[in-house]
T-cell receptor, first 114, second 116 residues
C-alpha cells in the first residue's frame, strides 16, 4: 500500500544534540514533500517543503531536509536542537498519482531535555 | 502568511445530537478544503476533500451521511457530525489551499469534539 513511514515515534535528545528524523514514502512519480511541526497545544505549522530544484531544502528555525529520490526519503535534520523544539513532527507527501492528496506519516514526538 | 481558522475550538455534545464545525480561510481563496481526523497519539487521517461549489469526495470508510461537508464559498467549509456517538470523539482539523496557485495546504487549529 502507498504510505509514508516515519521511523521513530519517540525521540529524546539533550539540548545542542543533532537531530535527524527519517521519512520514507512509497509513491512513484512526481511528489511534493513536507515537514510539519505541531507544538504542544498548537496547530500544525509548515517547517519546510520540497517541490522541485535543489534537493536540500532549508526551512524555518534552522531545520533542513534532504530529498533523496533514489531512496524515496526526505529526512529532517537540525544540527543543534533547543528545548523549544519539543514538539511532534509530521512528514507528509503529496503525490500526483494519489490525486494530490496529502498523506501524513505517523509522526515523531521529539522531547528535548534542557 | 495564509491563515485558516476553525470554530469552535472545542465542543462537548450529547450522543445523538449533531455538531457543526466551521473552517474559514481568512486571507486567501480556498478552492479546495480538506477535513482530517486525528486520534490521540496517531497521525492525521484524511476524511474528505471538498472543492468549492462541488460535492465532497470522501475517503474509503468515511460515511458521507454521517459527516456532512459543505463548501459553499471560497472562504468557508463546514463539517457536520450528525447523530454523534462517543466513538466520533476526536480532534478534527481542516486545511485549505488555493489549488489554482499552489499545492501547499494551510491548517486550521483543530476542533476537539467530545461526545458524551
Amino acid at each position: 500500500a502507498q504510505s509514508v513511514s516515519q521511523h521513530n515515534h519517540h525521540v529524546i535528545l539533550s539540548e545542542a544534540a543533532s537531530l535527524e528524523l527519517g521519512c520514507n514514502y512509497s509513491y512513484g512519480g512526481t511528489v511534493n514533500l513536507f515537514w510539519y511541526v505541531q507544538y504542544p497545544g498548537q496547530h500544525l505549522q509548515l517547517l519546510l517543503k520540497y517541490f522541485s530544484g535543489d534537493p536540500l531544502v532549508k526551512g524555518i528555525k534552522g531545520f533542513e531536509a534532504e530529498f533523496i529520490k533514489s531512496k524515496f526519503s526526505f529526512n529532517l535534520r537540525k544540527p543543534s536542537v533547543q528545548w523549544s523544539d519539543t514538539a511532534e513532527y509530521f512528514c507528509a507527501v503529496n503525490a500526483l498519482e494519489y490525486g494530490n492528496k496529502l498523506v501524513f506519516g505517523a509522526g515523531t514526538i521529539l522531547r528535548v531535555k534542557s | 502568511g495564509a491563515v485558516v481558522s476553525q470554530h469552535p475550538s472545542w465542543v462537548i455534545c450529547k450522543s445523538g445530537t449533531s455538531v457543526k464545525i466551521e473552517c474559514r480561510s481568512l486571507d486567501f481563496q480556498a478552492t479546495t478544503m480538506f477535513w482530517y481526523r486525528q486520534f490521540p497519539k496517531q497521525s492525521l487521517m484524511l476524511m474528505a476533500t471538498s472543492n468549492e461549489g462541488s460535492k465532497a469526495t470522501y475517503e474509503q470508510g468515511v460515511e458521507k451521511d454521517k459527516f456532512l461537508i459543505n463548501h459553499a464559498s471560497l472562504t468557508l467549509s463546514t463539517l457536520t457530525v450528525t447523530s454523534a456517538h462517543p466513538e466520533d470523539s476526536s480532534f478534527y482539523i481542516c486545511s485549505a489551499r488555493n489549488s489554482r496557485t499552489s499545492y501547499e495546504q494551510y491548517f486550521g487549529p483543530g476542533t476537539r469534539l467530545t461526545v458524551t
